[in-house]
């Protein structure tokens, strides 16, 4: 084969530096002109000083140059004609007519196409009217999706999440006219983990890439405002193949065949930013074009002649399968700080030449021998490795060469991947228990005496000890007052009633615990009746609970109490939200559901063997499983972006502790989750001896 090729590459961010970079490791490819390219670029290609919408000035540079391939990254340059006009002229080029493109920059036309064709999306309305789409959105549930139809610079999307955000964002897009003239298309909030999945297409040849993922937001763990793309990575765990060939099929396969039934063939990279949501894979969005940062993880994967695949697509020939390597590769944006909001230029960048990565320019600028930052995004920093992990330390570590005073970065990079955000029960019930050290401090110093606390356990079961040793321990740690009676396996009832007695009248005592269970000669809910109420630190007496659902003051019961501080540390407002809880015993399942009731959620309280469990689990935005069985709920039962918190503690066939939830498979859709074993049983011990200051306080100064 002839290294004879000539390539125009329109278009000059990281996404472009990829495209050069991937076309410089093409035997068939022997110089490369990238327009207007960029300071990094400039190594790999010659840079040519023109915009990438001069369609004039571009065509006349091809035609001067005898270029042989022209290939379009922007969306910018598509919307204008450069292929339809590249095409007229007789030249060869990689990217879709303007017609085509417009399954990205209208998003009714992509929208239209969709329900013609069945390709599962959300469902819409548009509208041209302010006061009808205002109308309309506010019958419907918040949050609502409002997207401006037609190009606006990743800006035109609006998650309103009421009624008044809603007004705003109609106002600035249909009155207002902040992008333009334009209509607005309304649509169903979907939820569920985001990823990208695209293809090389031509008519109806459709050459899929490996999926990668976006991280959109400017900081780690998804906050702060939406950017242009803050890293990338490819192999994701929670998309498995049947998803993935679905997506090929229903959707890129499907809209590519669309295309050419409208007679608007596509002829270039079609983009699905995909959703996987609790009723199958989704459209939110098509792009026209490579996507921006996910083809600088993609691409380095190609182990084919990409000039090859451009050709065939340009010229409508058949290519050869692309082959992809089977890695993980993981990426890190560098961008100046400050933004996606102001920020400074021409930092000086140290350090790149020792990185052994691969390193795309975004927004860089040479002054000399200097490298500076020239833009918002800077470069991004790419690693392959051969798991997720592997690819994240090898970019980090990478990452730690480079030296600038005006750039960050996200840490978290493929957290979907790898951090699954645990809801640490065992953290937050220390720091809890931290608190009230101090607390217990401080009470004593006032009132002379320190709460106490006094626990009773029967007989010997192993499990009940362990139990009581480590409540005992925790309240020595609060530097509470705590005393341990152990009662022989073959106490009678009546005794341990009568030293329940005692304990109840004891003035120096605050809060009675008794183990459970207790051996089979006593009746529990008789020694529960038998503790105090205001005594009772559990709250497992029948008046606390009749208080907790009368909505009286009393003490809470303490696991139920620890599931909704996790809940609450996992920052959702249960405002409105569906919660489920499976299980339904008066110690855990009920009293929860009551407390998430006062939340203002919706509750729904199931039985394990409810037929259909899994149509029910679905709809929880907040999942609470109390069964005390394993794998009640899998990963399948889990909506996408639900809390998930397992109060279970089982031993599985081979004796491993385990939770009621599969965990390895419920994390890939939850947002937050307990691990198992440790979520919540440390939480209900912190529970306790909050419950213990606060009989101490009603007792002692009742007011
Ligand atoms: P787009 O520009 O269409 O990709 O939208 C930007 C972002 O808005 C997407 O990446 C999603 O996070 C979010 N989004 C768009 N449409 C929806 C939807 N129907 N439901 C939920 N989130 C959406
Ligand atoms: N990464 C999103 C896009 O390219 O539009």
Redesign the pocket.
């Known amino acids: 084969m002839a290294k004879d090729k000539k390539v125009l590459v329109v278009g000059g961010g990281g996404r472009c530096h990829a495209i050069v970079d991937a076309l410089s490791r093409s035997p068939q490819v022997a110089k490369i002109w990238c327009a207007p390219g960029n300071a990094g670029i400039a190594a790999q290609a010659e840079c040519v000083p023109l915009k990438d919408t001069d369609v004039q000035g571009l065509l006349s540079f091809a035609q001067k140059e005898g270029i042989d391939l022209t290939v379009v990254g922007p969306e910018a340059a598509l919307s204008v004609g450069v292929v339809d006009a590249f095409r007229a002229a007789g030249l060869k080029i990689f990217g879709h007519t303007q017609a085509a493109t417009r399954i990205e920059s209208s998003k009714e036309f992509a929208k239209i196409l969709m329900d013609k064709y069945d390709i599962p999306t959300?469902g819409y309305r548009s509208f041209d009217d302010f006061q009808a789409a205002l109308d309309y959105v506010n019958a419907r549930p918040f949050p609502a999706?409002l997207?401006y139809d037609g190009l606006a610079a990743?800006k035109g999307?609006v998650?309103a999440a009421d009624a008044a955000e809603a007004e705003a964002a109609l106002r600035s897009m249909l009155l207002d006219e902040a992008f333009g003239k334009g209509r607005v298309v309304v649509?169903?909030?979907?939820t569920g983990p985001?990823f990208s999945f695209m293809a090389f297409v031509d008519g109806e040849r459709v050459y899929p890439m490996p999926l990668s993922q976006d991280h959109?937001r400017a900081f780690d763990g998804d906050k702060g405002p939406n950017t242009g793309g803050m890293g990338a990575y490819t192999g994701l765990p929670f998309i498995m193949e049947e998803d993935r060939a679905f997506a090929q099929k229903a959707i890129l396969e499907a809209t590519a065949k669309a295309m050419v039934a409208e007679g608007c063939p596509l002829s270039g990279v079609l983009y699905g930013?995909l959703m996987k949501t609790p009723d199958g894979i989704k459209v939110?969005?098509f792009n026209a074009r490579f996507g921006d940062p996910e083809t600088e993880v993609v691409l380095p994967l190609l182990e084919s002649d990409i000039y090859d695949i451009f050709e065939a697509v340009a010229t409508g020939r058949k290519a050869s399968e692309p082959v992809w390597r089977n890695a993980v590769t993981l990426g890190v944006v560098l961008a100046s700080k400050g933004y996606p909001g102001s920020y400074e230029k021409g930092a000086e960048i140290l350090g790149t030449e020792q990185v052994d990565a691969k390193i795309y320019h975004m927004g860089t600028k040479r002054d000399g021998d200097r490298l500076l930052t020239n833009g918002g995004r800077v470069m991004m920093v790419v690693a392959e490795g051969k798991n997720a992990r592997a690819a994240r330390e090898k970019v980090y570590a990478e990452i730690a060469k480079i030296h600038c005073d005006n750039l960050f970065h996200r840490r978290d990079i493929a957290h979907w991947a790898l951090d699954g955000k645990i809801l640490d029960g065992k953290a937050l019930a220390a720091s809890i228990k931290d608190e009230l050290r101090d607390r217990v401090g401080k009470l004593e110093v006032k009132y002379g005496r320190k709460p106490s606390l006094a626990v009773i356990i029967v007989g010997n079961n192993p499990a009940s000890q362990v139990y009581v040793r480590n409540k005992v321990k925790s309240a020595i740690y609060v530097g509470m007052n705590s005393r341990l009676i152990t009662m022989a396996e073959d106490t009678s009832e009546e005794a341990l009633l009568k030293m329940i007695d005692s304990l109840n009248r004891d003035p120096e005592v605050d809060g009675i615990l008794v183990q459970l269970p207790l051996p089979k000669q006593i009746d529990e809910a008789r020694v529960i009746d038998a503790i105090a109420q205001e005594k009772d630190v559990d709250g497992f007496h029948p008046l606390n609970v009749a208080d907790l659902w009368l909505g009286r003051k009393c003490t809470v019961p303490c696991t139920p109490k620890g599931i909704v501080r996790l809940i609450d540390e996992s920052g959702l407002d249960l405002t409105g939200k569906t919660a489920v809880v499976v299980g339904r015993s008066n110690i855990v399942g009920k009293p929860v559901a009551k407390l998430l009731l006062d939340r203002n959620a919706t509750v729904i309280v199931a039985h394990s063997r409810t037929k259909d469990l899994k149509r029910i689990t679905l709809q929880a935005d907040v999942l609470v499983v109390a069964v005390g069985k394993v794998n009640v709920v899998t990963g399948d039962m889990v909506k996408p972006g639900a809390v998930v918190i397992d109060v279970g503690m089982n031993r599985d066939a081979e004796g491993k502790l385990c939770g009621d939830v599969d965990y390895v498979t419920a994390r890939l859709n939850a947002s937050w989750i307990t691990p198992v074993p440790g979520g919540v049983g440390p939480m209900t011990i912190a529970m306790l001896m909050e419950n213990t200051v606060e009989c101490f306080l009603a007792r002692i100064d009742p007011q």
Do not use: H, N
Not at 187 to 190: A, G, K, P, R, T
């Open positions: 959300a999706v997207k990743g999307v998650i649509e169903d909030f979907l985001e959109k930013g939110i969005e």
